[in-house]
């Protein structure tokens, strides 16, 4: 993880302790296949901002549930930024929440997962 990433492991533990172990766990699984899959067509919809601003709204919300501070962040940016940010700002910003995406999904799965398997 770099250290641009922040993840709040206490809002995980919060939601561990609200929904058990497992569950918690599943929820985060589906988190983190259904915000891979708004990645894959997050692109296409530069130029929409309304679609845009969807899309970011779910992220930032989502992220924020597990404590995935930095991705939240980055969504929270764009969702206010999307009808307003030249293209060229939101395309480096969508690519900055893939990244942090792939290190919050990196951390999820050797940190989060990882323990409630065992």
Do not use: W
């Not at 983190?32 to 309304?50: H, M, R, V, W, Y």
């Not at 549930?65 to 206010?80: D, N, Q």
């Not at 893939?98 to 990882?114: G, V």
């Amino acid at each position: 993880m770099s250290d641009g990433v922040q993840i709040d492991q206490a809002v995980y533990q919060v939601l561990c302790s609200e929904l058990g172990d497992e569950d918690a766990a599943e929820v985060l699984r589906t988190f983190l296949s259904d915000t891979s899959g708004k990645f894959a067509g997050l692109e296409g919809k530069i130029g929409n901002p309304a679609e845009m601003t969807r899309e970011a709204h779910s992220i930032k919300s989502s992220a924020a549930t597990f404590g995935f501070l930095t991705l939240s962040e980055l969504a929270r940016a764009l969702e206010f930024g999307a009808a307003s940010l030249e293209q060229a700002e939101i395309v480096l910003l969508v690519q900055r929440m893939r990244q942090a995406f792939a290190e919050t999904r990196h951390f999820a799965e050797t940190r989060l997962l990882s323990s409630a398997a065992a």
